[in-house]
């Protein structure tokens, strides 16, 4: 049973920098696609960030320049670093993830992922 557990999330001040990881337990297979989504309250869950173990790091728009997606392969780990935070980043934050290669052009799409976690709430307020 493939396990995928978030941790790092919290409240911080706009402005602040949070960090969320993501380790995979489970099976010893590795990922190639691993990534972040988000939901905030009343919308759907959206695409903020993934990357490919074989080759390609991707970002929502809304992210670029802010956040960073890296991954630890040996550990099948990702991890989100966040800074200058906005109130519109708060949310729960989960943890994706997809054995096989998912094309740039399907890259924030959900269905893809066929893993995930639980989810970790962020909230940025003042």
């Known amino acids: 049973q493939v396990q995928l557990v978030e941790s790092g999330g919290g409240l911080v001040q706009p402005g602040g920098s949070l960090r969320l990881s993501c380790s995979a337990s489970?099976?010893?297979?590795?990922?190639?696609?691993m990534g972040w989504f988000r939901q905030a309250p009343g919308k759907e869950r959206e695409f903020v960030a993934a990357?490919?173990?074989?080759?390609?790091?991707y970002y929502a728009d809304s992210v670029k320049g802010r956040f960073t997606i890296s991954r630890d392969n040996a550990r099948n780990t990702v991890s989100l670093q966040m800074n200058s935070l906005k109130p519109e980043d708060t949310g729960v934050y989960y943890c994706?993830?997809?054995?096989?290669?998912?094309?740039?052009?399907?890259?924030?799409?959900?269905?893809?992922?066929?893993?995930w976690g639980q989810g970790a709430q962020v909230t940025v307020s003042s």
């Open positions: 994706a993830a997809n054995s096989n290669r998912i094309n740039t052009s399907a890259i924030g799409n959900q269905r893809m992922y066929s893993h």
């Open positions: 990357n490919r173990r074989s080759g390609g790091t």
């Open positions: 489970g099976r010893t297979s590795t990922y190639d696609t």
